[in-house]
């Protein structure tokens, strides 16, 4: 056995030895693989280099000019043709040169046009931080991307980049590369060159007149000219220039004292008083400059030589300029100069940007736009984002959804939610919430939605929440959560689009000098179902024909719109003013505002001028739709019109019965539409087996009838005497009646009506005759009977809320009679057993006084006693009180301030 154990251990160990070890196969694998990887990046390598563009030395010098195409491909502006000044090297003073060098490139000098340590570094962080986080260009590898690459964050590109650079170095000097670099970028304000922006900014056309702080800013402005710009931005450019002041000790460029010295100059006492002349279009412009900077990494609109695809309209756009232009002959009523507005102007069916006015009497020249810059409280124009649309999308709701706009909506922990107009009208239609912009129907339509759905929805409309939260006040606009009017016209838009949206858009395509294109046209989607535009832009088009939007009506135009205000915490009055509305063909949203009090906080409009946004609409929609069809929205096969009985709360069809006054037409999610019909207007079953018996002895005539249906009915009782007109006897729930004292030898027609004592419903009339006979009386029977005139019973008055007025009613038992009526000293007489008394006043109290006149043989003129009752009219109204498109004196007009928004909404 131990001979067996030895010869196995010594084979094991036999076969182990013939073994190669195990890290030796992985070197060989890893050697292997680095050896194929290496070959193929070699090869790659070498074929991106093979297909570099050559050196060309015309495009080493000035920059290429980027021109501007409008929507049907002509050229209206070209960048970069002027404002160029070519300085040579020999003309650069030190200062400049060693800023220059310290901030853009501390090794330019040394290195072969590539820094391999600076490319160490970047390495590292590409790989941390991702590819393109940060670069390692030098000054020549700048001045290769600038003149033949684009500015695409591709290895190709990159690798290209530096073989050139490596050429040029050989073929130019550094100077002469310097001298390229400093004449070729942009430095803002239109201005290319060193030399050009040292004339732009400090009125220096020597060079060597610069200062350290001088030289300072124009090395660090063509990081970011815009940003940098010292003319709009100077507490930007003092930070940037000490950046570069930091660098260029850093580097020994200067000492610290040198450079603590420039830093205490100011630096608006550099800048010349001349600024630059205004660039056309300049609120467009800045929103072409933004979208190819976001969608084209690196691209610069005013050198790099590109024919850059608007969408402007030019002919919208200076329409829109000259509204917001002060003159003599711009109809548009600004109360001041003070007031500042931006508008955008968009295709319906495409979100192409048409038009875009950035403020109000612009110098063209960087300013603020506020068009899309920013953002301002939406006010009410959120309701059909945040309320109505999302309950349409995700609960199905029709237009003639009932809500109860009761009383102001509690919020805990602050101030109660009111309307408005601090009216609450009861049950209505959202309709009917939407057109008068109530406050309290629009935030429990929310609150009933939920809000997890109403921030979907209004997110896929491109709207952005402060700190990604959605409040109640949201759907009233009254939040933290901004908006332009770019982004607001980009989301009403998807209304009037059959629920289509994608983000508006102001460049469709550019192309590059080498004839590459990129197209920068956003992806349409689909961001509510068709059934949900269709019903919302009903919704609108009613607030704009008979709501809050009626200023902005154009006669013969199909438009649909809202309007929405703000609130200021402590103050009365709006900030802010906005109506964004939309026909099939464009889409126009606009803001007023930019008041401040003397603390610099936010202030308000002057009062009667909220409805500036309403005119600007109104003549933009009505100029630019001239000579063009403009097509009514068609309503999709998934929303249905159905006539709702006025009142039904569910909805309820109308029945054959229902007046034609009570029925109203509203739109349904197709499925959902009402089912059951109304019975409020039925008929009743009339009365039978009418029959009226004179009896002699008591001189009376009974009555009585059958009436054989189940109904809660009480019984009207009529009569009319020799053909007279048809009187009111009495209301009686029992099927007899007396009439006592009647008239000898006349003829009475009686009339029995059975009314509904749930809906007050009546059925047909049934009448009967019945004749008294003759016989003699003498002068003691009239003397007798003299007199015999009793009062009126059952007296009552109510007022009725809904039909804003009172009803008076009473009983009669007695011979025929006329009935004198007093309210508050003012007298009628009345045939009837009632009178309805209309207008009445809130608040008041009205005393009603009825006697019982006599009308035949000895009664003639007897007055019964008189009875009376009082009523007193409650102070709130149910909901009839003006809106904010009323009467136009000035107690109305300052109602309109607080049009729409909550009192207490915070800014």
Not at 210 to 223: F, K, R, V
Not at 785 to 814: F, K, R
């Amino acid at each position: 056995m131990a001979d067996n154990s030895q010869s196995r251990t010594a084979r094991r160990k036999q076969k182990k030895s013939t073994k190669k070890p195990i890290w030796k196969k992985i070197l060989l694998i890893v050697l292997i693989v680095f050896l194929a990887l290496g070959i193929g990046v070699g090869t790659v390598a070498a074929y991106w280099i093979a297909t570099a563009p050559e050196i060309d030395a015309a495009k080493l010098t000035d920059p290429f000019p980027s021109e501007l195409l409008d929507k049907d491909g002509e050229v209206y502006g070209v960048l970069g043709t002027e404002k160029r000044t070519k300085a040579e090297y020999d003309e650069l003073p030190q200062v400049l040169v060693d800023a220059v060098i310290a901030t853009e490139d501390s090794r330019f000098f040394e290195h072969s046009g590539i820094d391999m340590r600076r490319i160490g570094g970047a390495i590292v962080a590409n790989v941390t931080r991702g590819f393109g986080s940060e670069g390692a260009s030098t000054i020549t590898q700048q001045v290769v991307e600038n003149a033949f690459l684009s500015s695409e964050k591709k290895i190709s590109l990159k690798v290209q980049e530096q073989w050139l650079s490596l050429k040029l170095e050989r073929e130019y000097t550094k100077e002469q590369i310097l001298e390229m670099y400093l004449n070729k970028i942009f430095y803002g304000s239109h201005a290319y060159g060193v030399a050009k922006a040292s004339e732009t900014y400090f009125g220096k056309k020597d060079l060597n007149d610069l200062t350290l702080p001088e030289a300072a800013i124009l090395a660090g402005l063509p990081q970011r000219p815009t940003a940098y710009n010292p003319f709009e931005n100077p507490d930007l450019t003092e930070k940037r220039m000490n950046t570069v002041l930091t660098l260029m000790v850093r580097h020994g460029k200067i000492s610290q004292e040198e450079a603590d010295e420039a830093r205490n100059v100011d630096i608006t006492s550099l800048l010349t008083d001349t600024r630059p002349q205004p660039t056309p279009y300049e609120a467009f412009l800045k929103q072409v400059e933004d979208e190819v900077s976001e969608k084209v990494e690196g691209a610069d609109i005013y050198s790099d030589g590109l024919k850059i695809h608007t969408t402007i309209d030019t002919s919208v756009q200076d329409h829109v300029e000259y509204l917001l232009t002060d003159s003599e002959a711009n109809p548009i009523p600004y109360p001041d100069d003070e007031m500042q507005a931006g508008m955008v102007v968009l295709d319906t069916k495409n979100g192409a940007i048409r038009a875009i006015g950035g403020r109000r009497n612009s110098n063209q020249i960087r300013e603020y736009n506020y068009a899309i810059q920013g953002g301002q409280q939406p006010g009410s124009t959120f309701k059909p984002i945040l309320s109505y649309g999302p309950a349409i999308e995700h609960k199905k709701m029709s237009t003639y959804h009932q809500i109860n706009d009761d009383k102001p909506y509690e919020v805990g922990g602050s101030s109660p939610i009111r309307n408005w107009n601090r009216a609450y009208g009861g049950w209505m239609s959202a309709r009917h919430a939407m057109n008068q912009s109530l406050n309290v129907p629009a935030v429990k339509t929310l609150d009933e939605t939920g809000y997890a759905e109403a921030k979907s929805f209004a997110e896929g409309l491109g709207i952005n929440f402060a700190d990604d939260q959605i409040t109640i006040r949201d759907a009233i606009g009254g939040s933290k959560t901004n908006v332009t009017p770019l982004q607001l016209a980009g989301a009403y838009r998807a209304f009037g689009n059959e629920g289509i949206y994608n983000e508006p858009y102001a460049v469709t395509m550019i192309e590059f000098p080498d004839g590459k294109t990129v197209d920068l046209k956003p992806e349409p989607e689909a961001a509510m179902s068709d059934y949900t535009a269709y019903m919302i832009t009903d919704m609108l088009k009613t607030v704009v024909t008979d709501g809050t939007g009626t200023p902005a009506n154009v006669p013969g135009l199909q438009v649909a719109g809202k309007t929405g205000t703000t609130s200021l915490e402590d103050e009365s009055g709006s900030p802010d003013s906005w109506f964004s509305g939309y026909t099939t063909n464009y889409t126009i949203s606009i803001w007023t505002g930019g008041y401040t009090n003397d603390d610099g906080k936010r202030a308000a409009i002057p009062d009667g001028h909220t409805r500036i946004p309403h005119a600007l609409f109104k003549n933009t929609m009505e100029e630019i739709s001239k000579g063009i069809e403009t097509a009514d929205f068609i309503k999709p096969d998934s929303v249905v019109e159905v006539g709702v009985e006025k009142g039904s709360n569910p909805a309820r069809l109308p029945s054959d019965y229902t007046p034609s006054s009570e029925i109203v037409t509203e739109l349904f999610v197709k499925g959902t539409e009402p089912a059951k019909t109304s019975e409020k207007f039925d008929e009743l079953d009339p009365v039978s087996g009418l029959k009226a018996k004179y009896d002699e002895d008591s001189n009376s005539v009974h009555i009585e009838w059958d009436y054989d249906s189940d109904e809660d009915v009480s019984f009207e009782v009529s009569a009319s005497v020799n053909g007279g007109q048809m009187q009111s006897l009495s209301s009686t729930s029992d099927n007899s009646l007396e009439i006592s004292e009647v008239e000898i030898g006349a003829e009475y027609e009686i009339q029995v009506i059975a009314v509904s004592n749930d809906n007050n419903m009546k059925s047909e009339p049934r009448t009967t005759t019945v004749r008294i006979p003759e016989e003699d009386e003498d002068e003691e029977e009239d003397e007798e009977n003299e007199g015999n005139i009793p009062s009126v019973s059952g007296l009552s008055a109510n007022y009725n809320d809904s039909a804003g007025l009172i009803d008076v009613s009473w009983n009669y038992n007695g011979p025929p009679a006329t009935f004198e009526v007093s309210v508050n000293g003012q007298t009628e007489t009345v045939q009837s057993n009632g009178i309805e008394i209309s207008n009445a006043s809130p608040g008041q109290k009205y005393t009603i006084t009825v006697t019982p006149i006599g009308q035949n043989g000895a009664n003639s003129g007897v007055r019964g006693d008189p009875q009376s009752t009082e009523v007193t009219v409650p102070e709130e109204s149910n909901g009839n009180d003006d809106d904010e498109n009323g009467e136009e004196d000035e107690e109305e007009e300052e109602e309109e301030e607080d049009e729409e928004e909550n009192e207490n909404n915070s800014e």
